[in-house]
């Protein structure tokens, strides 16, 4: 029975984490028009307080490639010159990491309810 919940544990972690991910997703599409906003990013890493292949999400990162100029003389932010600082957010980037994320827990999603379906089964079959 250990296996099983070892794989349920392992298929929730991966629900954990890709949440985590959509989290911040998020944040990056809703702040894609903040002035000086940089990117949100996360990785996985192993969860070594867990059972063996579960992740966890690691420290959040910014996205340190370089603000695009933005050329608008009426903006309260821009200098002498007209131009602020904008956001290094990609919708199209944004959209398709949030597509992926999705699809992950999902399918992180099937594997657990495929797990409690054998070990509900498999208990079944003990009972008789």
């Known amino acids: ?23 911040h997703v998020s944040e990056n599409i809703a702040n894609a028009d903040t002035p000086g906003y940089r990117r949100k990013l996360t990785s996985f890493e192993p969860d070594r307080h867990d059972v063996p292949g579960a992740v966890t999400t ?6 340190r490639t370089e603000l695009p100029q933005v050329y608008d003389p009426s903006h309260p932010f821009a200098d002498a010159s007209g131009y602020y600082n904008g956001s ?5 980037v944004e959209i398709a990491d949030a597509r992926q994320a999705q699809r992950s827990y999902e399918a992180n999603m099937r594997v657990f309810d495929q797990v409690r379906q054998m070990s509900s089964s498999l208990n079944d079959l003990l009972r008789r």
């Open 1 to 23: 029975m250990s296996e099983f919940s070892s794989a349920l544990s392992i298929a929730a972690s991966g629900m954990r984490s890709q949440t985590v991910r959509l989290s």
């Open 58 to 63: 690691g420290p959040v990162r910014l996205d």
């Open 88 to 92: 290094n957010v990609d919708l199209i």
